[in-house]
């Protein structure tokens, strides 16, 4: 089956915004777990109160990168659907890179949504400190598993993608078959 332009431009839409979204993911938490002591919560008391904020507005201000990634990733990912469902007879790991995608949208729209809080919160002139810590600790406490659930389910496309298992063409199965 021959891909088309819309196809093509769907595919790089969706690859474009996947990694802008999942590696700014990584560099947002590497921003914020710097405030606290490894392996727990609790706050690195010798950080001053003007290097934890401008921690949290660095992790807050990188939202909007990550959202923006995801909007991109997403219609790129409809698009693609769309135009490539007949192939999913045959590629079964097109329907499941589509299938964790999806299911991690859900889960990263929730993570996302307490960090447009924040953002919300710390653009307001009444933002303190110690306020913003703490929503960023109950939201790092609460939805720590919809953030890890989607890390998992992306880091999976990317395997399915790299393998592509569940693969049905028929060359391979005559191939395979003959040698048997």
Known sequence: MKTTLVQKIA??????????????????LSIVYDLYIPGTLDLKSWYE???????????SNTFLYCSFGLIIAFLGSVIATFSSYKS?????????????????????GKSLYSDFLLSYYLLSPSATTPQAIEMVTKSLKTESVYFLISILCQISIVFISIFKPLNNDKK???ETSSTL
């Open 88 to 108: 999913f007879k045959t590629k079964g790991w097109i329907f499941m890179v589509f299938v964790l995608w999806y299911l991690s949208i859900v889960f990263a």
């Open 11 to 28: 595919w790089f839409l969706f690859a474009l915004g996947f990694i802008l979204y999942l590696g700014g993911q990584i560099v947002r």
């Open 49 to 59: 109160w003007q290097v934890q904020y401008q921690t949290i507005k660095l992790y």
């Open 172 to 174: 391979i199965l005559d």
